[in-house]
């Protein structure tokens, strides 16, 4: 199945391009649906297409660890391990689906033949490049800075989409153990943490979450927390 133009040239990664470089990709590119605890791709692989995360959520996986082997959850809209495509080497990890996502997948060939053609498109994608690698950087600081209840706290109130709901409830993504990974904690560390913040009016009852006021946790989340990781 095609992607489509519209859906191609709403991607960030793809901001740069002119239509007709949209239709050749729309023409050469598919666009999967994948159900939840699908590989995408193993480790070490040479990929042959840019996996473009549209919907859904991506679970990356190492086999350095036999503990933790869920090392980051991509959230939608992401181009996954784009590194690996444009330098055309292995991957550095696997991934796979952890709920049900659609994926476009853009042929890894054609793509970095336009990005050496035109040195506006490369800069798109440089740009798309710089702003992952710069949240990635703003979540190790967070890693090194705050302790694994103010990462929690951090990741509910990113979850809320209605700031006047009092009290809010809040569906999670995915899975506690997937949080846990995404958080940068084991999931003992997890249970801990959402303990520690029921004094702050956080309740959890499995893949729900509910905050009794909104101020008091973002008062909390803004400050050092003195309980340890």
Same mark, same amino acid.
């Given at each position: 199945?095609?992607?489509?133009?519209?859906?191609?040239?709403?991607?960030?990664?793809?901001?740069?391009?002119?239509?007709?470089? #949209?239709?050749?990709?729309?023409? &050469?590119?598919?666009?999967?649906? @994948?159900?939840?605890?699908?590989?995408?791709?193993?480790?070490?692989?040479?990929?042959?297409?840019?996996?473009?995360?549209?919907?859904?959520?991506?679970?990356?996986?190492?086999?350095?660890?036999?503990?933790?082997?869920?090392?980051?959850?991509?959230?939608?809209? +992401?181009?996954?391990?784009?590194?690996?495509?444009?330098?055309?080497?292995? %991957?550095?990890?696997? +991934?796979? %689906?952890?709920?049900? %996502?659609?994926?476009? &997948?853009?042929?890894?060939?054609?793509?970095?033949?336009?990005?050496?053609?035109?040195?506006?498109?490369?800069?798109?994608?440089?740009?798309?490049?710089?702003?992952?690698?710069?949240?990635?950087?703003?979540?190790?600081?967070? &890693?090194?800075?705050?302790?694994?209840?103010?990462?929690?706290?951090?990741? #509910?109130?990113? $979850?809320?989409?209605?700031?006047?709901?009092?009290?809010?409830?809040?569906?999670?993504?995915?899975?506690?153990?997937?949080?846990?990974?995404?958080?940068? $904690?084991?999931?003992?560390?997890?249970?801990?943490?959402?303990?520690?913040?029921?004094?702050?009016? @956080?309740?959890?009852?499995?893949?729900?979450?509910?905050?009794?006021?909104?101020?008091?946790?973002?008062?909390?989340?803004?400050?050092?927390?003195?309980?340890?990781?």
């Amino acid at each position: 199945m095609r992607p489509g133009v519209e859906t191609l040239t709403e991607l960030p990664i793809l901001r740069g391009f002119r239509e007709s470089e #949209i239709r050749d990709l729309n023409e &050469l590119g598919d666009l999967a649906r @994948v159900g939840p605890g699908e590989v995408l791709y193993r480790e070490g692989e040479r990929l042959d297409a840019l996996h473009v995360l549209v919907d859904g959520y991506v679970a990356e996986t190492t086999s350095n660890s036999k503990e933790t082997p869920i090392t980051d959850v991509i959230a939608p809209v +992401t181009p996954i391990d784009l590194p690996s495509i444009i330098l055309d080497i292995p %991957t550095a990890s696997a +991934t796979m %689906t952890i709920t049900s %996502t659609r994926i476009v &997948l853009l042929p890894a060939k054609p793509l970095r033949s336009m990005l050496s053609a035109h040195a506006e498109l490369a800069n798109s994608v440089l740009s798309q490049s710089l702003r992952e690698m710069r949240a990635q950087r703003a979540e190790v600081a967070n &890693l090194k800075l705050l302790s694994s209840v103010q990462r929690l706290a951090g990741f #509910i109130l990113s $979850c809320v989409t209605d700031p006047d709901q009092s009290p809010a409830r809040i569906i999670l993504p995915y899975e506690k153990r997937f949080l846990a990974a995404k958080i940068g $904690c084991s999931q003992e560390n997890l249970s801990r943490a959402f303990a520690a913040l029921r004094p702050f009016g @956080v309740y959890s009852e499995r893949g729900v979450v509910i905050v009794r006021d909104l101020d008091v946790l973002k008062a909390y989340q803004r400050k050092r927390s003195r309980i340890p990781a």
